[in-house]
């Protein structure tokens, strides 16, 4: 759809993702042990591409299936005593994990109430990091907000010893991230990199490796599987935390999805072009009277996601009536969430100032008459029709 504006909530499968899924699936079909090979082989296909996008090794990653399972893979490895620092606004995805192992041997949660409209920076981190704080665990980009975390200035403030832990699924395939400020990173492919379900990259570097244990690791993440007896000793890297083989579609689509990335010039490309047809339209919102949340960000602040809402106009309206003109948003209260992709076309941003134009126009036309009647009836402004006790 041409004026498929929602990639902050499913990004639909790429043709490259949906070819490695139908060819990952044809080999499945077949089943035949050199078949089974070249499955695993996807896999390995995947990982690599991941290291190079992510500046890693390809041992220090892993397929998860979600950026959810991930995270709670981690959660489950880390050991008390300690605090991980969670901001108050994260994303549920980022906040359950810690909670339920909060108590579990895992370590004590506490939450930040966000710094201005912003969710974290380093004042409000360095002013939250006692003794007891081992790791930060935040978003890349604000999945409201589209603001960009400063992971590298969040890492120099947390120093060597302390983890910092990222949720990148809104960040990764959308614009450059520093990775390497990340000493875990959780991505799940089903929305920039539009690689769908079942499979996310979980990138754990060998400099905290021994600070995070195998905790949901299960017979995949050992290195004799089919021992007489077990436990047997974990695989190295982040293979430990395997709990069985990964969704091997799943696996070849994200690989497939990394590389086109990679192909059409990396986050660096794709992101300028996520972020130019964004820039278009919320300057479209701003010109029909739109507020725009957390407006004055600066260009590498923002990422590929820009909220509005439009005074003055029911919000479930302005979602309805965007989507009746086949432009697809998300409605979170009263904002409406824009979350274009480097495909977007032109026609996206005409259809979409249409909309507004139109809602606007009518409002305005609206209180016209309005002001029209009041003046050639006064009697409109003192009196009142009785109100019908149905209605």
């Given at each position: 759809m041409p004026g498929y504006l929602d990639h902050a909530r499913i990004g639909p499968l790429s043709r490259q993702a949906a070819d490695a899924i139908a060819t990952a699936t044809a080999l499945a079909t077949r089943a035949a042990p050199t078949d089974l090979d070249r499955l695993f082989a996807l896999s390995d296909a995947a990982r690599a591409s991941a290291a190079r996008l992510l500046d890693?090794?390809?041992h220090e990653i892993a397929l998860s299936p979600s950026t959810s399972n991930g995270l709670f893979t981690v959660a489950a490895g880390l050991q008390g005593p300690g605090?991980?620092?969670?901001?108050?606004?994260?994303?549920p995805a980022n906040v359950y994990p810690w909670l339920r192992f909060a108590g579990r041997g895992g370590p004590d949660v506490r939450l930040l109430d966000a710094d201005g409209k912003r969710h974290i920076t380093p004042d409000l981190l360095r002013r939250n990091l006692t003794p007891d704080v081992t790791a930060l665990t935040v978003s890349a980009v604000d999945s409201l907000t589209g603001h960009v975390a400063p992971l590298a200035a969040l890492k120099e403030v947390l120093?060597?010893?302390?983890?910092?832990?990222?949720?990148?699924?809104?960040?990764l395939g959308a614009v450059p991230l520093a990775a390497d400020a990340a000493d875990v990173l959780v991505s799940g492919g089903q929305k920039w990199l539009r690689a769908g379900w079942g499979a996310a990259l979980l990138l754990i570097r060998d400099r905290c490796a021994e600070r995070v244990a195998p905790g949901l690791g299960g017979w995949a993440g050992v290195t004799e599987p089919f021992a007489a007896r077990h436990p047997a000793p974990p695989l190295s890297g982040a293979a430990a935390h395997l709990a069985t083989n990964p969704d091997f579609p799943a696996a070849a689509a994200i690989g497939a999805a990394v590389d086109a990335l990679l192909d059409q010039g990396g986050p660096a490309a794709v992101g300028a072009r996520i972020r130019a047809t964004l820039a278009e339209l919320l300057d479209r919102a701003r010109?029909?009277?739109?507020?725009?949340?957390?407006?004055?960000?600066?260009?590498?602040?923002?990422a590929g996601i820009g909220t509005f809402?439009?005074?003055g106009h029911d919000p479930v309206t302005v979602h309805r009536t965007l989507e009746a003109a086949g432009v697809i948003t998300t409605?979170?209260?009263?904002?409406i969430r824009l979350s274009p992709h480097a495909s977007t076309p032109a026609l996206a941003v005409d259809l979409f100032a249409e909309v507004l134009h139109t809602l606007t126009h009518a409002t305005r036309t609206s209180a016209d008459d309005s002001t029209s009647s009041a003046a050639t009836n006064p009697r409109t402004h003192d009196t009142q029709e009785?109100?019908?006790p149905t209605s």
């Open positions: 890693a090794r390809p605090t991980v620092l969670v901001p108050r606004g994260e994303f120093g060597p010893d302390r983890l910092l832990i990222v949720d990148a699924i809104q960040g010109q029909a009277g739109a507020d725009v949340l957390l407006d004055g960000l600066g260009h590498q602040e923002r809402r439009l005074p409605r979170r209260d009263e904002w009785p109100t019908c």
